[in-house]
């Protein structure tokens, strides 16, 4: 499919309008680069923050996922030697029932036992 192209108009056909547009944006920041010169000391230290701010804010949020891992840890194990407690606390509470209730009946056997005259 061909595109159509009027000669007598005063547009360009699509490729040359790429081409011409590259060109005038890469003229545009040769431009800019010159009527702002960088200092040296300011280059360096954006080149510095370029290559290693990624790897400093990776360190960083490193760092913070073990933190929180950590503590998530460490509330979990809290968590489990408070239900271990808890589980004993109730099984004594049992034992004492358990108790009152034995004591109960041996002194209701006791009485059955004394004889009819006491």
């Known amino acids: 499919m061909a595109i159509n192209e009027d000669k007598d108009s005063t547009s360009l056909p699509i490729g040359h309008v790429a081409v011409a547009e590259?060109?005038?944006?890469v003229s545009a920041?040769?431009?800019d680069s010159e009527a702002k010169p960088a200092k040296n000391g300011?280059?360096?230290n954006l080149r510095f923050?370029?290559?290693?701010?990624?790897?400093?804010?990776?360190?960083?949020?490193?760092v913070v996922m073990t933190a929180y891992s950590g503590i998530t840890g460490s509330i979990a194990d809290l968590h489990?030697?408070?239900n271990q407690e808890m589980e004993k606390r109730s099984?004594?509470?049992r034992k004492?029932?358990?108790t009152r209730s034995a004591t109960s009946q041996w002194?209701?056997?006791?009485?059955?036992?004394?004889?009819p005259g006491n």
């Open 29 to 31: 920041h040769k431009e």
């Open 91 to 93: 099984e004594f509470a």
């Open 42 to 44: 300011e280059e360096k």
């Open 107 to 115: 002194t209701a056997i006791k009485e059955v036992q004394k004889p």
């Open 96 to 98: 004492d029932d358990f």
């Open 22 to 25: 590259t060109m005038r944006s």
């Open 49 to 62: 923050w370029r290559v290693f701010g990624g790897t400093l804010l990776s360190i960083g949020a490193l």
């Open 80 to 82: 489990k030697e408070l």
